[in-house]
């Protein structure tokens, strides 16, 4: 019998909303899962929120009202037929959910209840705060970018971007050996970052970011992350990069920062890797570096709300009204 639950709702272009969905039983090969914590995409959601997240010159891939979120940890109640691998009582990490009724999931984990595919989820080691986890899927996105270039003791890296993927990759460059650099704009996220992810951070309002990088490192960078999505950064990254070096590309280019002018990969032969999406095996790899701390999450945490408050929460975000980086809801 399908149950009714608490779920943050975007009920259309710039508005958000708690209310209720209905969360109907797991069919086969899926889990019903309470849901204990989720961390908000503050990017990514955005992006849904504002209705301009989609591939250019493609329609977007939900429509109003929707349920956002796609990353939560929590306890699973019931399974489905055919689960093999989990048990009720259970702690795990959780992705997508699908839901029934008046309200689409995109991809529907910002809610008290979800039913999702077994594949999808992910036991936590025994006493793994559920914070920790509560971000794994953006964390394995700066692992994706982090580990994919080739990477030595020597290696210089430059990571545009404060915000969490910036921050998760900045941990996996220095975790293989890197000297890392961050390159952002807030304070706040800029200490956090120097107390928990560079060895280094620029506050590019306050300096000319090429001339500081190379006044830094004259004969350029190994590999630049360019964790934000703008091109004036894809641009930057080009003239600091040297010969041969490797750019990745951590961030979600909206309609209008997604073109760039391929002459200057060539110009310096650079390798560019695209990072996004998410792979089990990858998440697998990305919480276990969690539990050896090698990723730090709950340091990244600056807010957390109630569940039946995630649309405080999302304004918090859309006006910043306060300086925030990771912002966690509290659904039980």
Known sequence: MSIRAKAAVFTNADEVTVAEITVPDPGPGEVLI?????????????????????????EPPFSYPVV??????GIVETLGPGVEGLSPGQRVFASVSRLEGEYSAFAGSHAEYGVTPAGECLPLPDGMDPIQASGLVLTQVGYNGAFRPPVGSDTRVVVIGDGLVGQWAAQGFRARGAEVLVLGRHPRRLELARLHSADAVLNDREVVAAHAILDRWPEGVDVVDEAVGRIANVELAFQILRHDGHLVFNGYHPEGEHLMNIQWMHDKEITCWGMAGWTRPRMEATLDLLNRGVFKVKELVTHTFPGAEADAAYRMIRNRSEPFLGVVLQWS
């Open 68 to 73: 956002p979120g796609y990353q939560r940890v």
């Open 34 to 58: 309470r849901t204990e914590c989720s961390l908000i995409s503050n990017g990514t959601e955005g992006w849904i929120w504002s209705g301009r997240f989609h591939s250019p010159g493609k």
